[in-house]
């Protein structure tokens, strides 16, 4: 089927006028921390990385499958999130194997979520690009093997 003369599919605005839709979309808050920094003498833990933002709306959906590999002998269990908060409330960080991390802190009043998704640290593997877009889409990961849950 051919368009109108002088007419556009998308007119411009129209990603911009949707937005809110897809915000109103995401029940879930989550906080955006950079990667973990060198322990602090004497703990050996990592020490937390700069928080980006907080309060952030939010909405998690698990990807099909879990991978279990082998590294330095020893059995990785991960799981897949697609991770899609409002399209500015994700800083432009570099994604190494370091981070940034997603942490799920809550839910919006009145939705109630998966309670085990509460505290989960999703690594953000791959932050999603494009022309046409109402949401900022990450792809992360839970490292179920380092003291995550199933």
Not at 62 to 83: F, I, M, P, R
Not at 111 to 136: A, F
């Amino acid at each position: 089927m051919v368009g109108l003369p002088n007419h556009q599919a998308i007119p411009a605005g129209w990603a911009d006028h949707h937005r809110p839709v897809a915000v109103s979309t995401m029940t879930g808050i989550c906080k955006v921390n950079g990667p973990d920094g060198p322990p602090v003498w004497p703990s050996e833990t990592p020490s937390p990385g700069e928080t980006y933002a907080i309060d952030v709306p939010c909405r998690v959906q698990q990807q099909v499958g879990e991978q279990t590999v082998e590294a330095a002998a020893q059995q990785v269990s991960t799981k897949d999130y697609l991770v899609t908060l409002p399209l500015d409330a994700f800083p432009d960080l570099p994604v190494t194997d370091e981070g940034p991390y997603v942490t799920v802190t809550g839910y919006k009043p009145g939705h109630d979520g998966d309670p085990t998704l509460i505290g989960r640290r999703l690594k953000v593997t791959s932050v999603q690009r494009g022309t046409l877009v109402w949401e900022r889409d990450l792809i992360c990961t839970d490292d179920l093997t380092q003291g995550g849950q199933d």
